[in-house]
């Protein structure tokens, strides 16, 4: 039993608020799916301010239910409201407007044109059996695989990294490589190691349609979209293994290789890591893209969002690194940039250079023979 007597009340309201601020991020989070999933922010997006009633004729949903949603948006700080009426007039005045602002619809509306998007991210509630399996993982230590979180794993990750991959890998990042860019568009042959739903390989495919790209990645999940995406996009310059990246070629073959947000994912990193160095030509290139993270928890706890980070890492990137007997575990924050010089050097790559392209939540290493 917990004594009262000795608690500080006004610590015990702190605390509880603090608590209490997760409980209502998370419900604000279902709201924020459903506003993404409705395209109830698209519809917002350079409407200015408008009532319940523009919104629901716009959509075509039910008027009471926007209400009740735009009313919580504005009390997330989501949305600016413009009231009609006296504010504390609690009867629903039909003329109340909520705005999305241009920030607004940058972070939650414009999926396609801002690096900031964020709403792909809400991806709605983890699956009760997921979390029955992750309740299990701790007794067993062994984790989920990115094919045990089933097929919306890889569009949720996707949805979540896809601005930074669409609108910056090709005009600023690759350009960034000593000489990657000229070497793609006069013909090479690419490996994304961890491909995930292909979504780098076909912003590189379409950009430079003589060079060959082939995706890796264990999960057939992954792998059928990346073919899904390569179909619908007419690209006959792609080609996936559903494989790890334990199999690349034992001889030189690609002449420039990417693993994004994937090493701390795998079982066994210093493997993939060996085989990516005896699958790099000796002039290649290989380009990390890994979690912006501190060797020490206590630097780590400077960034406002850890406590998401470790949330993913327990949910999905830790999981997946444990996800077999032994597995290195590393995680969410585990690969950071002294960990990946370390384990780089050890392979026998001689050069290693870290880039920071302001992407808020990723740093890239820049690794050569
Ligand atoms: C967070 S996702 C990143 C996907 C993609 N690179 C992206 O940026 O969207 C991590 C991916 O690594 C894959 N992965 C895990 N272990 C792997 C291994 N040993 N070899 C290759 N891929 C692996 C998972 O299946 C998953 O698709």
Same mark, same amino acid.
């Given at each position: 039993?917990?004594?009262?007597?000795?608690?500080?009340?006004?610590?015990?309201?702190?605390?509880?608020?603090?608590?209490?601020?997760y409980?209502?991020?998370?419900?604000?989070?279902?709201?924020?799916?459903?506003?993404?999933?409705?395209?109830?922010?698209?519809?917002?997006?350079?409407?200015g301010?408008?009532?319940?009633?523009?919104?629901?004729?716009?959509?075509?949903?039910?008027?009471?239910?926007?209400?009740?949603?735009?009313?919580?948006?504005?009390?997330a700080?989501?949305?600016?409201?413009?009231?009609? %009426? #006296?504010?504390? $007039?609690?009867? *629903? /005045?039909? @003329?109340?407007?909520?705005?999305?602002?241009?920030?607004? =619809?940058?972070?939650?509306?414009?999926?396609?044109?801002?690096?900031?998007?964020?709403?792909?991210?809400?991806?709605?509630?983890?699956?009760p059996?997921?979390?029955?399996?992750?309740?299990?993982?701790?007794?067993?230590?062994?984790?989920?695989?990115?094919?045990?979180?089933?097929?919306?794993?890889?569009?949720?990750?996707?949805?979540?990294?896809?601005?930074?991959?669409?609108?910056?890998?090709?005009?600023?990042?690759?350009?960034?490589?000593?000489?990657?860019?000229?070497?793609?568009?006069?013909?090479?042959?690419?490996?994304?190691?961890?491909?995930?739903?292909?979504?780098?390989? %076909? #912003?590189?495919? $379409?950009?430079? *349609? /003589?060079? @060959?790209?082939?995706?890796?990645?264990?999960?057939?999940? =992954?792998?059928?979209?990346?073919?899904?995406?390569?179909?619908?996009?007419?690209?006959?310059?792609?080609?996936?293994?559903?494989?790890?990246g334990?199999?690349?070629?034992?001889?030189?073959?690609y002449?420039?290789?990417?693993?994004?947000?994937?090493?701390?994912?795998?079982?066994?990193?210093?493997?993939?890591?060996?085989?990516?160095?005896?699958?790099?030509?000796?002039?290649?290139?290989?380009?990390?893209?890994?979690?912006?993270?501190?060797?020490?928890?206590?630097?780590n706890?400077?960034?406002?969002?850890?406590?998401?980070?470790?949330?993913?890492?327990?949910?999905?990137?830790?999981?997946?690194?444990?996800?077999?007997?032994?597995?290195?575990?590393?995680?969410?924050?585990?690969?950071?940039?002294?960990?990946?010089?370390?384990?780089?050097?050890?392979?026998?790559?001689?050069?290693?250079?870290?880039?920071?392209?302001?992407?808020?939540?990723?740093?890239?290493?820049?690794?050569?023979?």
């Open positions: 039993m917990t004594n009262q007597t000795t608690i500080d009340p006004d610590e015990l309201k702190r605390f509880s608020f603090n608590v209490w601020s409980k209502q991020g998370e419900l604000v989070s279902l709201m924020v799916h459903i506003g993404d999933r409705l395209g109830l922010y698209k519809a917002l997006d350079g409407a301010p408008v009532t319940p009633a523009e919104l629901a004729e716009r959509t075509g949903l039910q008027e009471r239910w926007l209400l009740e949603w735009l009313r919580g948006q504005v009390a700080r989501l949305l600016d409201f413009h009231p009609q %009426a #006296a504010p504390d $007039q609690d009867t *629903p /005045n039909e @003329e109340d407007r909520f705005e999305l602002t241009p920030v607004g =619809a940058a972070v939650l509306a414009d999926e396609e044109g801002s690096l900031a998007f964020a709403a792909g991210a809400f991806s709605g509630a983890t699956p059996e997921t979390v029955d399996k992750l309740i299990d993982a701790f007794k067993t230590g062994v984790g989920l695989s990115y094919e045990d979180l089933g097929p919306n794993a890889a569009h949720r990750t996707e949805r979540m990294l896809g601005p930074w991959v669409r609108q910056a890998l090709v005009p600023e990042i690759l350009p960034a490589l000593d000489g990657v860019t000229a070497k793609l568009e006069s013909g090479a042959r690419v490996a994304d190691v961890g491909c995930g739903g292909g979504l780098a390989l %076909a #912003a590189m495919a $379409q950009a430079f *349609p /003589n060079t @060959e790209f082939h995706g890796y990645d264990p999960s057939a999940h =992954a792998t059928a979209r990346c073919e899904d995406k390569a179909r619908e996009l007419g690209l006959d310059n792609l080609k996936t293994f559903t494989a790890s334990e199999a690349l070629p034992d001889a030189p073959t002449d420039f290789i990417i693993t994004f947000d994937c090493i701390h994912d795998m079982t066994r990193p210093a493997e993939v890591i060996a085989a990516i160095h005896r699958a790099l030509k000796p002039d290649g290139t290989w380009l990390i893209k890994d979690i912006r993270s501190q060797p020490s928890f206590k630097d706890l400077r960034n406002p969002m850890l406590a998401m980070f470790y949330g993913f890492s327990v949910s999905a990137c830790m999981s997946s690194a444990l996800s077999e007997e032994g597995g290195a575990g590393l995680g969410t924050l585990g690969f950071n940039p002294e960990v990946a010089e370390t384990m780089v050097r050890a392979a026998g790559f001689t050069r290693f250079h870290q880039h920071d392209f302001d992407d808020p939540s990723n740093l890239y290493y820049e690794v050569r023979p």
